[in-house]
């Protein structure tokens, strides 16, 4: 029997939970029945009820809901990493906890996965969403197709569904300061689109912040173009013909009697207009050697403080070592916390 693992990033949203779990539950029945599913709700640094309502979903489907409580707020791609560490499904899919996402979307890529097909992405051709953030989405994934991944649809995404194999192979990259789903196509397998309109967040606000998106729009940038680096290299190379060319104009016309050196206003603008790129590129440059160093020092993308696994698990078999090769820490577990089973986590 197929088995999809649904990976749900959480962050503040105790008042998404109750609604998304129903909308979840009746999804399942447009499934067929010989399709069995996992819920991997990974709570990520919440400070509200999130992780009490997600204890509720779990008690209501023991066997179907697992819950990975992060310590602290690391951002919505290293919860998904979290989940894709956790989840044991034949295939994955990849969902908002606020339900903007349509879930009934999720049964039309299971049918590609079932023909074979590897990645199966959905492309948001249109979102309802404020003004300000349509065209920031739009300029920063024209950008990305552009210059970057020239593989992601146009919209984007960040609603997808995808071979355990893919899972198994993102897990294994050990990367961070990226955009984990884009590793996705990056890999290569084949893949379709599914066009769909994102709907309208019904409740609570989004936590998706100005300066989340512009550090994601660099992570992007800077992990799978070298466009930044080129960029530098070119400007270099025309400012310095540029240079090359003025110096030889003013020695001609100084020789020849036609002026007299003097422009001081020009100098000052030349060495403002230089010394400005100098800093923006070693500012790029900066970027490039921050992730260096971050990739170098080896510490864990982020940790697990609880792990409360679905009643169909092993738990002896998710309590393994403590550090692993994705780059986790699971924090020692406390002894007052237990699940319905009986088992202490």
């Not at 009746?26 to 499934?31: G, I, P, S, T, W």
């Not at 609603?159 to 300061?177: G, I, P």
């Amino acid at each position: 029997m197929p088995k999809i693992s649904v990976i749900i990033p959480c962050y503040y949203n105790e008042q998404n939970i109750p609604i998304t779990s129903r909308e979840l539950i009746e999804n399942e029945k447009l499934f067929p029945t010989d399709a069995t599913f996992e819920y991997v709700m990974v709570d990520d640094g919440s400070r509200d009820n999130t992780l009490v309502e997600l204890k509720r979903f779990q008690q209501s489907y023991p066997d179907k809901v697992k819950i990975v409580k992060l310590a602290g707020n690391v951002g919505a791609h290293y919860a998904v990493l979290a989940g894709m560490k956790y989840a044991t499904g034949d295939c994955c899919t990849v969902i908002a906890a606020d339900l903007q996402d349509p879930p009934e979307l999720i049964l039309k890529m299971y049918v590609y996965w079932l023909k074979g097909i590897k990645l199966i992405m959905a492309n948001r051709q249109d979102r309802k969403d404020p003004l300000l953030q349509k065209v920031f989405s739009k300029t920063y994934h024209y950008l990305i197709r552009k210059l970057a991944i020239k593989s992601i649809p146009p919209g984007g995404f960040d609603f997808v569904l995808f071979d355990s194999r893919l899972k198994d192979e993102v897990v294994k990259m050990n990367e961070k300061n990226t955009n984990t789903l884009y590793l996705l196509p990056w890999i290569g397998y084949e893949h379709v689109s599914i066009p769909y309109t994102r709907r309208k967040r019904q409740v609570g606000r989004s936590r998706w912040t100005l300066s989340k998106k512009i550090k994601l729009f660099i992570d992007t940038f800077v992990s799978f173009s070298f466009f930044p680096i080129r960029a530098i290299s070119v400007m270099g190379l025309v400012l310095g013909i540029i240079s090359l060319l003025y110096g030889l104009f003013i020695l001609v016309a100084k020789l020849s009697g036609m002026i007299a050196v003097e422009g001081w206003a020009a100098i000052m603008v030349v060495v403002l207009l230089v010394s400005s790129f100098q800093f923006l590129a070693l500012g790029v440059i900066g970027e490039y050697l921050w992730r260096t160093l971050d990739e170098t020092r080896n510490r864990p993308a982020y940790v697990v403080e609880e792990l409360y696994p679905s009643c169909a698990e092993d738990v002896a078999e998710t309590d393994k070592a403590e550090y692993t090769d994705l780059q986790e820490v699971r924090l020692p577990q406390r002894e007052e916390k237990s699940l319905d089973t009986g088992s202490k986590i």
